[in-house]
C-alpha cells in the first residue's frame, strides 16, 4: 500500500499559477496527479507547465474564478480534456487593502467577496454534481486563521476567509453520503508575493502572533493539502486543519 496515492487523479487548482497554489500544484504533480491549473495568469500558469516536459501532467486554464460564468466553462473544458475531476482545491485569493474599515470601500469589499468567497461557491456549484456522478471527490479550500481569529484591518479579507469555513462546513454536511470529502485549511501568513502586498505595519502583527517566530512556506501547506487530497483521508470532512506555527487557539 502507497500512503498519501493519488497516482492516476485529476486535480483542479485555482490560483495554481503562483504562491500557496503553485506549491500545491507541484506537490500533486510529484504525487502523480494530473493538474488542471486554473488562473487569471494564464502566463504564469504556462511557465511552471512548460518545466515539465512532454508528460501531459499540467494543464493551464485561463479562469475568473469571480466570474460564475467564467468557472462553469473551465470545469467544462477540464472534464473535456481528462474525462474526470478527484480533487479540487480551491485556492485563488487576495489580501485586498490594509485599512480600517472606514477606509473601505464598496469596490474594496466586493472585490474581496468576489475573489475569496463567491469564487469557493462557483467551483464547488459547477463540479459537485460530477463528483456524485463519479461517485466521489476531493475538496480542500484554502481559507486563514484570519476567518478564525479576525484581523484588525482587515476585515473584508477576515470576513470572505470566515465564509470559506463555513461554506466548508455545510458542504460537507450536504454531499457526505456521496464519498465527498469537503475540508479546510486555515493558514496563518504564509511566505509568498501576497505577504509581500501586505503593510510593513500589519505583518509585523500577525508575525508577532505566530509562537514559532516565523511565516510559513507554502511547501508546507502543499503538504497538507496532498494528504486531506488522498484516500488516507476517510472519515474527516467538514473539518479545519490548522496550519499556524501555534497561532490557532481552537
Not at 203 to 220: A, D, H, N, S
Request: net charge negative; aromatic share 6%; proline share 3%.
Amino acid at each position: 500500500m502507497s500512503f498519501m496515492d493519488i497516482a492516476g487523479r485529476v486535480a483542479v487548482v485555482t490560483g495554481g499559477a503562483q504562491g500557496i497554489g503553485l506549491a500545491i500544484a507541484k506537490r500533486l504533480v510529484t504525487a502523480g496527479a494530473s493538474v488542471a491549473i486554473a488562473d487569471i495568469n494564464l502566463s504564469g500558469a504556462q511557465e511552471f507547465i512548460g518545466g515539465l516536459g512532454e508528460n501531459n501532467a499540467a494543464a493551464a486554464f485561463a479562469c475568473d474564478v469571480s466570474d460564475s460564468n467564467s468557472v462553469q466553462e473551465m470545469i467544462e473544458v477540464v472534464l473535456k480534456t481528462y474525462a474526470h475531476i478527484d480533487i479540487l482545491v480551491n485556492n485563488a485569493g487576495i489580501v485586498g487593502r490594509t485599512a480600517p474599515i472606514q477606509d473601505q470601500t464598496d469596490e474594496d469589499w466586493h472585490r474581496m467577496l468576489g475573489v475569496d468567497l463567491s469564487s469557493v461557491f462557483y467551483c464547488c456549484r459547477a463540479v459537485i454534481p460530477h463528483m456524485i456522478e463519479r461517485g466521489g471527490g476531493r475538496i480542500i479550500n484554502i481559507a486563514s486563521v484570519a476567518g478564525k481569529e479576525g484581523n484588525p484591518n482587515m476585515v473584508p479579507y477576515s470576513v470572505a476567509k470566515a465564509g470559506v469555513i463555513c461554506l466548508t462546513k455545510a458542504l460537507a454536511k450536504e454531499v457526505a453520503q456521496h464519498n465527498i470529502m469537503v475540508n479546510v485549511v486555515t493558514p496563518a501568513v504564509i511566505k509568498t508575493s501576497m505577504a509581500d502586498s501586505i503593510s510593513p505595519e500589519q505583518l509585523r502583527y500577525v508575525t508577532e502572533r505566530i509562537p514559532m517566530g516565523r511565516l510559513g512556506r507554502p511547501e508546507e501547506v502543499a503538504a497538507m493539502v496532498h494528504w486531506l487530497a488522498s484516500d488516507d483521508v476517510s472519515f474527516s470532512t467538514g473539518a479545519v486543519f490548522d496550519i499556524t506555527g501555534g497561532r490557532a487557539t481552537y
